[in-house]
C-alpha cells in the first residue's frame, strides 16, 4: 500500500516537472516578447510616476522607451504598418518625456492616453489579427 503512495507521488512529481521544463524560460521568448515585456513595465513605470507626480521617473522612462522604440524600427524586416505603430509609440513617449520636464501633468497625461491606445490599436489590427 505504502509502495504504491511512493509511485503515485512520484508518478505526480514527474508530471509536475515536465510541465515546468516545458514552460519556456525568459530567455528563450522571441525578441518580439521580450519588447513587449519592456513595453508594459514602461507603462506600468509611467502610471505609477503620473500618480505621485514623479516627473524625474517620468523622464527616465518615457526617454528609454522613445530610444527603444527608434531602435527597434531600424529593423529592416519589420512590415510597414508595425513599424508605423512603433513610430507612434516612440513619437507619444517623446511628448511624455517633453512635457514631463516641463512638469506640465495635464499634457503628460494627454500623451499616456495616446500611447496606451496604440498599445491597443496595434494588438486589435495586427497581433490579433488571423494570419493566412
Ligand atoms: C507594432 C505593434 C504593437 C505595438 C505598438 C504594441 N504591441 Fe504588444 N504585442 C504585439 C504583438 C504582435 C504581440 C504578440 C507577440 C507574439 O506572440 O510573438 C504583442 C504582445 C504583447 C503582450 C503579451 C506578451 C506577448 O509577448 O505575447 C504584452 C504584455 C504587450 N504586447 C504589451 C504592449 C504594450 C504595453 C504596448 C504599448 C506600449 C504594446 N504592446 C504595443 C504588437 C504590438
Redesign the pocket.
Known sequence: MKRRMVLVLGALLGVLLAGVMSTPASAE??P??RL??A??R??TGIVQSIVTYDFDALVAISTDMEKRQRMVMQNPQLAAK?KE??G??ADHAGHIAKFAKEKNKDEVVKHFAL??E??HK??SE??DKPQN
Do not use: A, E, I, S
Open positions: 521568448l522571441k518580439v516578447n513587449m515585456v513595453q508594459l514602461d507603462v508595425t505603430f512603433y507612434q509609440v500611447l496606451f496604440t498599445c496595434c494588438h495586427v497581433r
